[in-house]
């Protein structure tokens, strides 16, 4: 356990323990505090899925001291390559390395990056605390009065809510927002063995069903498509995720193309609705503060969530340790991920409104690309 403060700031519970949340601990941990780890999930499982990780979140990574393991466990990749959903080449998006030494782009199943991440949580000697959440949360002048679901309850300097869409802790704690808003759109995904021909990433665009896919491993990818939300899609049984997804790919060609060649029922699938909010400020209320999908959640469609989770993490963690205040520290915290979550959920959302109306790929391409160029400026 750690006995330094940030500010007046000297225990953090954190609640949540996915990319954000992790993320939070490890930022706050490393400059002292002493942060309680909780998680709803018994077992701090997550899904089977990749994930891709792009440079902006590949540099947060770095921040975080994992660039080095996320690099030999995942898979990096120099360009996305655009084709025509029948496998035409449209052309290879502009990937610049945002940073000496960093990856232009890359991807890894989401297991591993967890696993890497709890390995940094447990060398910090968080103390991780798991199937518990909170059920009360009270402001005082100088902390926080936590009551926890196995009737526990204990006081914290700083509450942080990193529960993801359906976050608890803004339920309990942040009137003035709201539950995510369906977008129109669902996800499907499928991780499977790297079609023999794939050397980059790639996107299939130009289809009322667009997809795209992303390396993860040196023989793994996942492959992802983006549909029109029907909401029987979400209640589906393995057998007949399997057989509606091979049906949605039967005019692509490419290697999305080889993927519906190939898949088993052994692969990993899954369909997911879509649902984005960047909630109102103030993002925090007394000691208790938000980050991640609790705040700002948005759709896969810059692949950034993650990646907006993580430096939020490392931005609360910057500002608290620079501010004369906890206020003060949360405040600027807000003021500088605001724009740039407005900017990617706005922009997210807007790439799957041109696709639910059909509009032509190079649209797409276009506002996908400004939206990456902008993510690349520094955080
Ligand atoms: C279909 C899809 C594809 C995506 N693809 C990408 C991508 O390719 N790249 C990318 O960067 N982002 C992607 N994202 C977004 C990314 O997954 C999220 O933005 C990111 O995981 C958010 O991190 P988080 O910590 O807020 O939430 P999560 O990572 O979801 O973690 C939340 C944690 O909180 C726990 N929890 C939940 N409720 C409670 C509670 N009440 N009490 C305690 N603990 C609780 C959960 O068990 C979980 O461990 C995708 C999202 C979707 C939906």
Known sequence: MNDRTIGSIASALVV??????????????E???SVTLID???AWRVYGAGIT?????????????????????GAITNVTRLFRYDGT?????????????????????????????????????IPVRLGLTVTALANRADGVDVGFSDGGSARFDLVVGADSVASTVREIAFAHMAPAVPTGQGCWRISIARPPGLDAGEFYLGHADPCGITRCAPDSVYMWMLTRHVER???????????????LLADFGGNAGWIRDHMTRENWINYR?????????????GRIVLLGDAVHATTP?????????????????EELERAPSVEAGLLAYQQRRFARCRDVIESSVAIGRLQLDHRPPEEHARLLEGALARLNQPF
């Open 16 to 29: 949540g323990g996915g990319i954000g949340g992790m993320a939070a601990a490890i930022s706050l941990a």
């Open 31 to 33: 400059r002292g505090l």
């Open 40 to 42: 709803l999930d018994p």
């Open 53 to 73: 990780i792009t440079g902006p979140t590949l540099r947060a990574y770095r921040r975080l001291g994992l660039l080095e393991p996320i690099k030999a466990q």
């Open 89 to 125: 080449h449209l052309h290879d998006l502009d990937e610049p390395v945002i940073e000496e030494g960093l990856p232009a782009t890359g991807g890894i199943m989401r297991p591993v990056l967890h696993r890497i991440m709890q390995q940094r949580v447990r060398a910090l000697a």
């Open 233 to 247: 899609d979400a209640f589906m049984g393995d057998a007949e995720l399997f057989a509606t997804l091979k049906a």
């Open 273 to 285: 609705p879509l649902a984005a909010a960047l909630q109102p400020a103030p993002w925090y209320h």
């Open 301 to 317: 469609h810059l692949a950034s969530g993650a990646g907006m989770a993580v430096e939020s993490a490392i931005v609360l963690a």
